[in-house]
């Protein structure tokens, strides 16, 4: 079969990535691991190695006739046939599941973003994502690659940056390397009720990341520049900052009192 470049088809061609890449994981037996995109089963197969149970979302037909015929007599492995990003993917992760994943570029950050917005975050993300959008999810703040994703990401999850692969390994190969990252849920996240004006806050913030706080954050519904004022100095930060140098843990304070603000 043609790979689909549509579908983000680059096939891990080295069985030793796959090997690496699941030991980075630390699956073990007694894991359940959700595989996002199995492809040929490159990764799969190394999976089913270590793990007790894997189950595995596709979105082609062709990979899916595949797939099923080369697990046919893999009772640990389930292939679910869909769009992940379709997919009610809550029932499909618990705090026990370990996501393994090399991911389509072109959905991987909404992926990253779904798997941060489920009700109960996973185990730990090991995922394989372009390297330049590796570098967005783990910048630290000050970064230049600081960015509305890594801040929604870090209300969830700490970031490792893993380890980089080459586009030798792939067929076909891609234009850019990438990195195998893997995100762990922080001990306390953001609460899901306040994750509304959070993403609220993050997203008009940098819609304008070289301004100060002072002009952007006027974009925020409901809010004028009195409230603005009032809205930074209760959450003690000033407002001649810039996106970059915020904290997540200063987008959560703005976040909270924003909701308070404009909550009648
Ligand atoms: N895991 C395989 C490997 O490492 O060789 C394939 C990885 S390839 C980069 C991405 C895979 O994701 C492809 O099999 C592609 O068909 C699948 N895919 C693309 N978009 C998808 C979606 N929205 N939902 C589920 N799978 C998708």
């Known amino acids: 079969m043609r790979p689909k470049s549509s579908l983000g088809q680059n096939f891990l061609k080295n069985p030793g990535i796959a090997e690496k890449i699941v ?3 630390g699956v073990e037996q007694g894991d359940t691991v959700l595989e996002i995109g199995p492809g040929k089963g490159a990764l799969t197969g190394a999976l089913l190695k270590s793990a007790s149970r894997v189950v595995a979302v596709e979105k082609d037909d062709e990979l899916f006739g595949l797939l099923k015929n080369r697990f046919s007599d893999e009772p ?3 292939l679910v046939h869909g769009d ?3 997919l009610d993917i809550n029932p499909l992760v618990s705090p026990e599941t370990k996501v393994v ?4 570029y072109n959905i991987a950050t909404r992926v990253v973003l779904r798997l941060a917005e489920v009700t109960t975050p996973p185990a730990s993300v090991v995922v394989m994502v372009q390297k330049e959008v590796a570098g967005r999810i783990c910048a630290p703040v000050g970064h230049s690659e600081y960015s509305a994703l890594t801040v929604l990401l870090s209300a969830v999850f700490l970031c490792d940056p893993g380890f ?3 586009p030798k390994n792939f067929f076909p190969e891609p234009k850019v390397d990438s990195r195998v990252i893997r995100l762990v849920p922080r001990q306390n996240p953001l609460p899901p009720s306040e994750r509304d004006a959070y993403r609220q806050v993050v997203l008009c913030s940098f819609a304008q990341r070289r301004k100060m706080l002072r002009n952007s954050l006027l974009g925020l519904p409901g809010i004028t520049k009195q409230g603005l ?3 930074a100095r209760q959450a003690g930060i000033g407002l001649e900052k810039r996106p970059q140098n915020l904290s ?3 987008y959560a304070r703005l976040g909270r009192i924003y909701r308070q603000i404009i909550t009648p």
């Open 248 to 250: 997540w843990e200063e």
């Open 76 to 78: 640990a492995f389930t």
């Open 101 to 104: 994943a090399n991911l389509p």
């Open 84 to 86: 992940v990003l379709d």
């Open 23 to 25: 030991a980075f994981s």
């Open 164 to 166: 980089v692969v080459g």
């Open 229 to 231: 004022s009032d809205l």
